[in-house]
């Protein structure tokens, strides 16, 4: 049971390269998010889908993009990266689509990436 | 403006003994609290969370309590084992309606908890 997948584990990129971190989740779960850690930092949620076909922006969606793939895949783009972007990124889904469901998030075990 | 804060960066308790992680909030429409808790090179994980109208939540060694007038919850381990080593994130959730409905997770900065033997 792989739960939530993401890759690459680890990532250097040069100002202005980019990429895309995938996540693929095998809960069948509704939503899914894209979180991003700093040192000292909590959590910050960049952008989220709350179902298949719809994203929406976070508390710090600028220098990013998301696909919603299907309803197990979540991917996000950084067309340009910039060395304010070195962090650690984990993706997350849950179960719930209704707000009356109390449904925790399941994340990954997060992508490191540094932009030199 | 932070909305969910942890004050203690870290904390260190010896085996045995009870830690006390806290967590305070300042808008009043967040309806559940969750905490969390990472492993270094690994995601966080749900441990327990409480909802607005609930002033207690129990599940084996963990308990987390909520002061809603005083805006202010805690985690309580009792007894702390080495293996409750982590960061213990508190989250505070908000519901939003877009599109279908969801909702989203504000996190605290964490603390460290360091369980001496």
């Known amino acids: 049971n792989a739960g939530v997948t993401q890759t690459p584990k680890f990532q250097v990129l040069k100002t202005g390269q980019s990429m895309t971190l995938q996540c693929a989740q095998d809960?069948?779960?509704?939503?899914m998010y894209w979180y991003r850690q700093d040192p000292g930092m909590g959590l910050r949620l960049i952008y989220y889908?709350?179902?298949?076909?719809?994203?929406d922006k976070g508390e710090v969606p600028n220098g990013y993009n998301v696909s919603r793939l299907n309803k197990r895949e979540f991917s996000l783009r950084l067309e340009s990266a910039a060395p304010s972007q070195t962090s650690v990124y984990f993706c997350?889904?849950?179960?719930?689509?209704?707000?009356?469901?109390?449904?925790?998030?399941?994340f990954g075990n997060g992508t490191r990436l540094t932009v030199t | 403006d932070q909305q969910v804060k942890q004050n203690s960066p870290s904390l260190s308790v010896q085996e045995g003994r009870i830690s006390i992680l806290n967590c305070d909030y300042t808008?009043?429409?967040?309806?559940?609290f969750l905490w969390y808790k990472k492993y270094p090179a690994e995601g966080p994980t749900f441990l327990i969370s409480?909802?607005?109208?609930?002033d207690k939540n129990e599940d084996g060694r963990f308990t987390v309590f909520l002061n809603k007038s005083a805006k202010h919850l805690s985690l309580h381990i009792v007894p702390s084992q080495p293996g409750d080593s982590a960061v213990y994130f508190c989250?505070?959730?908000?519901?939003?309606?877009?599109?279908?409905?969801?909702?989203?997770?504000?996190f605290g900065k964490g603390t460290k908890l360091s369980v001496i033997p």
């Open positions: 997350a889904s849950s179960e719930a689509i209704l707000v009356q469901v109390d449904s925790p998030l399941h």
């Open positions: 809960m069948n779960h509704n939503s």
């Open positions: 889908s709350a179902s298949e076909g719809t994203t």
């Open positions: 808008n009043s429409m967040f309806d559940y």
């Open positions: 409480i909802s607005s109208i609930k």
């Open positions: 989250a505070a959730r908000m519901l939003t309606y877009s599109g279908a409905g969801s909702y989203q997770l504000t």
